[in-house]
T-cell receptor, first 113, second 112 residues
Framework: ETGVTQTPRHLVMGMTNKKSLKCEQHLGHNAMYWYKQSAKKPLELMFVYNFKEQTENNSVPSRFSPECPNSSHLFLHLHTLQPEDSALYLC????????????FGDGTRLSIL | SQQGEEDPQALSIQEGENATMNCSYKTSINNLQWYRQNSGRGLVHLILIRSNEREKHSGRLRVTLDTSKKSSSLLITASRAADTASYFCATDGETSGSRLTFGEGTQLTVNP
């Protein structure tokens, strides 16, 4: 139990569907992150939220839309995805956004048909 | 340029042996972290070493940092089958702000 819970664990969707990934952390952290992990590629940072404010958007396509309603919850809204978006999406949190160990959830395995 | 490149890409050893993984990076850093990822799971933080530290221990793990060579190594002593996982180094460069940059990882297999 890492203190970071992601749902769903697996998701299969068509390119025209709209779905959302959810992340919840029970660690009292102030910073939350979305990462994309594709086979044979380094982990790619997508978004960073610090105290509920988005502090970084790593040139992510607009078909990915993050939402952080409070410092414990993070969502990633998905729409009109492409086959190359199939990957493991990992959520992480840290005490604050600088120089701190990050705690990861077990990810959502996303497959785009 | 990419930070945190691990070497080797894959390592297979017998239980009880030591495993050494290396990480090289390109720009100045504040900290370097090592993470482990078991198959189908998220990453787990192992050790953080600051740029002014040279060595750090945690149980069977020993991390070294050589800022002059821009490299770090992770040593796992007396390995166990349960150590089988991918190991990643991650750096936060002086100019990268909150961003951690991960390498592609070393896949360690410990055979019983």
């Amino acid at each position: 139990e890492t203190g970071v819970t992601q749902t769903p664990r697996h998701l299969v969707m068509g390119m025209t569907n709209k779905k959302s990934l959810k992340c919840e952390q029970h660690l009292g952290h102030n910073a939350m992150y979305w990462y994309k992990q594709s086979a044979k590629k380094p982990l790619e940072l997508m978004f960073v939220y610090n105290f509920k404010e988005q502090t970084e958007n790593n040139s992510v396509p607009s078909r990915f839309s993050p939402e952080c309603p409070n410092s414990s919850h993070l969502f990633l809204h998905l729409h009109t995805l492409q086959p190359e978006d199939s990957a493991l999406y990992l959520c992480a949190s840290s005490q604050d956004s600088f120089n701190q160990p990050q705690h990861f959830g077990d990810g959502t395995r996303l497959s785009i048909l | 340029s990419q930070q945190g490149e691990e070497d080797p890409q894959a390592l297979s050893i017998q239980e009880g042996e030591n495993a050494t993984m290396n990480c090289s990076y390109k720009t100045s850093i504040n900290n370097l972290q090592w993470y482990r990822q078991n198959s189908g799971r998220g990453l787990v933080h192992l050790i953080l070493i600051r740029s002014n530290e040279r060595e750090k221990h945690s149980g069977r793990l020993r991390v070294t940092l050589d800022t002059s060579k821009k490299s770090s190594s992770l040593l796992i002593t007396a390995s166990r089958a349960a150590d089988t996982a991918s190991y990643f180094c991650a750096t936060d460069g002086e100019t990268s702000g909150s961003r951690l940059t991960f390498g592609e990882g070393t896949q360690l297999t410990v055979n019983p």
